[in-house]
């Protein structure tokens, strides 16, 4: 017995029913990772600033025996 037109669409809906399921959940975990790249650049740019302070009070400090 072939498939009915209302068959055939009923599949068809549930087909994209899970396609949209599958993609909802492939976006949040998209949206999941952005969020720890942006926590991860966060950090590398606080550890460029803090060893930016280190070495230049390591100058500093340089500088000051050197007068001394």
């Known amino acids: 017995m072939p ?3 209302e068959t ?3 599949r068809i809906d549930e ?3 899970t396609i949209i399921s599958k993609m909802d959940v492939h976006c949040s975990q998209l ?3 952005e969020k720890r790249i942006g926590g991860l650049e966060g ?3 606080s550890v460029y600033v803090v060893s930016a302070v ?3 009070l390591a100058g ?3 500088a000051t025996m050197e007068v001394m």
């Open 3 to 5: 498939d009915t037109v």
């Open 15 to 17: 087909r994209t029913e």
């Open 31 to 33: 949206g999941d990772h």
């Open 54 to 56: 280190i070495v230049a």
């Open 8 to 10: 055939l669409l009923a």
């Open 60 to 62: 500093l400090a340089l």
């Open 43 to 45: 950090f590398r740019t």
